[in-house]
């Protein structure tokens, strides 16, 4: 599928991505849904608003309270969110997506497509039990890391110019992690035990001039 006219992201263009993503890498969850803003987010409303009755929300707390206000000021929350919940006595988890994503709006969904694979590399994570563990603590850099790295992965696995550019965008993000602030600093290094340094940088090398996601 050619990538030509970014200015206005076609139909066509929303379908092969959606397509993409339609059997969420094969992982059992509860769905992947839109929202508009994730500011004030309320797991309960949302959910309400597609249909879907939580009776139960599985929280997690980070073994660093410093990390976890970092966190939660950073644009990483403002994206995606990926929440464990029980609906219908099923345990699963269940993904919100900001509907607009990016400053440039030709690259919408783009960047859509790179945060449903982190969000759905969380969903993998949980469902495994890897970093996200019952009655455990988790490492926010450790989780964060894993997330990239699936969507990283993934994308790279699928040998397409959509997922190729896309790829080639959020290496670029990874790469801007390795700098002064020190939780995004301990994700890019987590990642790095997971993936080849050098692999990463020729893919961020290939990314769009200019163009910085956050």
Known sequence: ???????????????????????????????????????GFDI????????????????????DEA????????????????????????LKPVIFIKREMSNY?????????????HELGHADDMIRGINYQDGKSISLDKAEAYAEVFCLRRLN???????????????????????????????YEEAMTMMSRGKVATWASKSIPGVELT
């Open 67 to 90: 990390d976890a206000v970092r966190y939660q000021q950073s644009e990483i929350l403002h994206a995606g969110v990926t929440i464990l919940v029980k609906i219908g006595g099923l």
């Open 105 to 117: 709006a030709s690259l919408n969904e783009y960047v859509r497509y790179g945060i449903t694979l």
């Open 44 to 63: 309960r409303e949302a959910c309400r608003s597609h249909g879907l009755e939580i009776e139960e929300v599985k929280g997690f707390e980070s073994e």
């Open 157 to 187: 696995g699928n040998k397409d110019p959509v997922s190729e550019m896309t790829r080639n965008l959020f290496a670029k993000r990874l790469c801007n992690m390795n700098g002064k602030d020190p939780l995004k600093r301990r994700v």
């Open 1 to 39: 599928m050619s990538t030509d006219g970014l200015d206005n992201p076609t139909t066509e263009l929303k379908a092969f991505i959606t397509a993409n993503l339609a059997d969420h890498c094969g992982l059992d969850i509860h769905g992947v849904y839109e929202i508009d803003t994730l500011e």
